[in-house]
């Protein structure tokens, strides 16, 4: 065990990828020069830089072109490389829509199975940080509406790295959405090489009046909710996705069966979110349980404005979280 | 470059190949024996070919919702196709691609996109494999006139130059997209474009004599597998038949007379003359030869006819490698 | 009122606000030659054809470039025109994906309003059709998750006609998601100008038993299923929101207040779809009302097949729409 | 062409302005007293005032992350613009664009960007408006070196060329993109991609003189307004500062040498020595222009720091114009 912060546990599961397959590249903007630190040291000098690691062949700067980068790691895996592409922020996705959607998620089924698309996409969210409209997005539920991707969310060094690893070594394409604010986040990782398993939740804390589902930063902030419900008499479940495709529904399923109620704490915006397909998901098949309504805590339908005095009201956190757990139990319950 | 008289009848094969192969789609296209519709390159069999066989075995290559010619110019057996194009279980994709999807990987063949210049950077990326792994390899993307204003082309172009990637740019130049001619939304020549990409750009005005075509694209592969980077080839050549089978448009946007002049330049007859002109083969030979394929197309059409539909469950398969969840 | 089709309104609706406003302009891939008919009639040749009525400064074939054609819409709509853009299929959408997002979508919120971007986005869902993943999506959910655009989903050509020309005179970007399986749908349709509002939905049915809230073609289908079930006796309401942007949750949470149940019938695909909003919003705002699980009918979380042998058993039918109201009915009620 | 004195001073103007402006926005970064980060133009000067001043003041412009110096240049009032930087209330964007994405449409500032490339479009369509509608304004697209490699640029480029609109595409060459130089990512020169598109392409390899540039970028935009389309021109030029303030990052990507070589040619300093030598002003003049310039970014500073921050409600309003559900 070593204590790991995210942004290193990432980086970790990168080098020991690369180490372990000279299938696995990675590619993208600035990525020789490691600005944001995401691959391994802090900088090219140190002696875990990358490029000095592998080589330019393998660790290779892109122009800024995220079409042709997402289209280009897709081919490449279908022809016997392992490509991780750094997108750097997740609003910037959006520029390789078509190949995301046209060629990553539907090539190997449109060739009914001719092609296998070991590829991962990482990219961070910038929410909370002053950036504005145009850095903050959390798009994973638009990418949760398309088949054929895999979807990891991770809220904890350990999930980062073990996850990230699973996904290098996978044999189909993933989408890995780190979040920036998590980034400092420290805890005693396991050392070595380590794989955490697609589509298998964690329970973050058990409890047995209400559980809430929290995704990405809804993690720790559903954490401080739920100390402070303690000192109410509140006893909160705290479940943990990791992936939302797939998705763990049976742990969501049973837990509601053991409380009854749901919150949902997800940082999308709350259309067509990663909540409303959980809420659906609770409302169909564990419906005979539910005693309250299911709440959902998530940034509403605006985007994100600059002025820090108005931005971070708009984010799921700990006393929102705990309202809305007050309010389920507030609920009369069905007799 | 001579090249030798197997090779030259073999392009006649798979230009006659793609021929045959099309009208025959086209039939059944109207007479509702396909669904959907189909795009078919008559008339284009010499850029087709030309380029296809410029290409190694082991080459890769990805093209356009006018698929059919590029795979069977890449080698592919027309059974699984044909079978495709009727949506049957034995389809190359099991029929679950059709018409604008067709992919075989047994000969290189990485998949036609439904989505003009969606493929483009995927023949890049193959490009990259090779330079990464060292195969030697090298790829080709086909693409139209029309797809030659999307964007992703000139990521991929610049790309490929800055890596040094193995590919070939070949613009399929046959004057309209659709119902919309070249020159009335393109802005200069698309060969003109590669210049400031830093690769050699180069316009095969006769894209109907399939040497001219195949010698043009042989340079850019040569110069590709040499490790000398990408190349932007552009062909002018010209759709025979409608956009698609099927379609009608009122709208008289390509006239008689355009029509007809072209007509006369088809690039099947003309390399046929070609070969008994320089003594390659003889009328009996490529009368055997033209039998030969009918019946190849013939036999795919009937390998076709008598495979069965995919079950149902086909259709929550490959959209992971490990099914979970509804795909299970 | 004369009997119209969906494509004659949708062709209508345009040209009666070309002739109404002269900064209403349309551009797209061949529209000139009015190839899909969606531009009143059906060729160049006919007196109603486009091209020769505005003329070739109002009517723009461009180039296969729709990241520019959504981007250049916006900035026209910036600065005097309002433009409609034909995008033909819903599938091509992806390609102009970060226009959508980052500049139609959040311009006018990120410049403080200074913007204004009265633009419409039109294209058609091709699905049920045999023409694969390619041009068979029906991405709108996707949209919905993203704050600032509008969403229309006509199922009638009355609806068609009527949202269509609000979209055109209504101050923000609006989607048009048509339903090519409707082009040919006719009904008697109010002669000249009107508008429908958006965010109001329409009652399609009057029902006690159950509520259905059916989208685009999941209307037709929905009411077969209402008449088949009808002889089983249970009566079905039906309810089409129209447009998803602005959704009109009062509607559907008055219906189900009345029936206690409630089916979604959305083509969308499953995962984050329209119908988990739906369904989201009612677990949330009408708990206490609910009798029965929420049942989302959806097409599955695949790609759509070529062969027609296996493409249409994955939408919604009328079949799969009764099957759920019956399970609906089955569940034990609560006391 | 010979310029008007008072020009020639207004042009001094504006790019004290924006450097003023600019070494103030560092400061306050690093003091935390502007949230997030921004982009300084420092070094940058004459480019974007040269190319500023060849529009009318109705005239459009848009532009990128890099953003401060673009609407300064276009004659926006400095306090709005800091009041923006700090999030305020009275900011150009209520607080709610911030640095990135400053806008002033009063000047014709259609917006910057912080998608790299992806404002160009938006500047090709308010060239659309201008055609359409018959203005005569014109519109200028501001993008970096490492933008001309974003596909959106292309497309943009090539409607502008077949509809003939009325458009600069004006390309900031600060030789870097982030840490990334623009040669190791960049095919051949940005300039050169033009011919492919059919229209000028410039490359202003002095882009650190203010005449240079504003000449250059003249003669395109009288170009597009006498209806003859758009022209793409690249300025060369260098940013003093690091990519973003407070930015550090280990790799030496620009060598000292090289850094040293450009910080000789202060793009205001030499216009100064320009406008003395050529006795355009004498040093009392300048210096009370630099007085003044000082003061105008005091009094912004000062306007900015007097402001409110915007109600919590704020970040509810103008997603729609007529609000509805959570925006109400
Ligand atoms: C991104 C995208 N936009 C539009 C279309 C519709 N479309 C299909 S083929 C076609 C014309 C293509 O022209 P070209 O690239 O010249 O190929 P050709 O059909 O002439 O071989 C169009 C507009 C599409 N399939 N994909
Ligand atoms: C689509 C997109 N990709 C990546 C980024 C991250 N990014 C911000 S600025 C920048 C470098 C831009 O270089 P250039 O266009 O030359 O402008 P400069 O900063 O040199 O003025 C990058 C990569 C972004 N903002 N948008
Ligand atoms: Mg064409
Ligand atoms: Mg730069």
Known sequence: ?????????????????????????????????????????????????????????????????????????????????????????????????????????????????????????????????????????????????????????????????????????????????????????????????????????????????????????????????????????????????????????????????????????????????AAAEISAIVAEEAFDCLKAPIMRVTTPDTHVPFSPAIEKQLYPNAEKIADAVRKAMAAKTRS | MTLANDLLLEMQRRMLRIRLFDERASKMVKRGEIPGTVHTSIGQEAQVVGACMALAEGDYMTGNHRSHGHPIGKGAALGPLMAELQGKATGVCMGKGGSMHLADFKVGSLGESGIVGSSIPIATGAALSSKVLGTGRVSLAFFGDGAANQGCLYEAMNLASVWGLPIVFLCENNQYALSTPAHTVTAGRVSDRATGFNMPGVRVEDGQSVLTVHDAVRTAVDRARAGKGPSLVEVVTYRFNEHSEGLRLAVDYRNAAEKESWLKRDPVKMFRSYLLEQGVADEATLAGLENDVAEEVEAAVRFSEESPYPEPHVAFKDVYTVPFGVTQ
Chains 1, 3 share one sequence.
């Open chain 1, 1 to 273: 065990m070593t204590v790991t912060s995210y942004l290193g546990a990432i980086g970790a599961a990168q080098r020991e990828a690369m180490e372990a397959d000279p299938r696995v590249i990675i590619f993208g903007e600035d990525v020789e020069a490691n600005v944001y630190g995401t691959m391994g040291g802090k900088s090219r000098a140190d002696k875990g830089d990358f490029l000095q690691m592998f080589g330019p062949n393998r660790i290779r700067n892109t122009p800024i072109s995220e079409e042709v980068m997402v289209g280009a790691a897709a081919g490449a895996a279908m022809t016997g490389l392992r490509p991780i592409v750094d997108l750097s922020y997740s609003t910037f996705l959006y520029m390789a829509m078509d190949q995301f959607v046209n060629q990553v998620a539907k090539s190997r089924y449109m060739f009914g199975g001719q092609a296998s698309l070991p590829v991962v996409f990482r990219s961070a969210m910038f929410y909370g940080l002053s950036t504005a409209a145009h850095h903050s997005d959390r798009p994973y539920p638009m990418f949760m509406n398309v088949p054929g991707l895999k979807i990891m969310v991770p809220s904890t060094p350990t999930d980062a790295k073990g996850l990230l690893r699973t996904a290098v070594d996978m044999d189909d394409p993933v989408m890995s959405f780190e979040a920036c604010l998590l980034w400092g986040m420290k805890e005693d990782v396991q050392d070595g090489e380590f794989r955490i398993p697609f589509g298998v939740a964690r329970t973050v804390r058990e409890g047995k009046d209400c559980t809430i589902v929290a995704i990405s930063t809804g993690v720790p902030a559903a954490m401080q909710a739920a100390q402070k419900l303690e000192a109410e008499g509140i006893s909160v479940e705290i479940i943990d996705p990791r992936t939302l495709v797939p998705f763990d529904s049976q742990a969501v399923l049973n837990s509601v069966g053991r409380t009854g109620r749901l919150v949902i704490a997800d940082p999308a915006n709350k259309t067509c979110g």
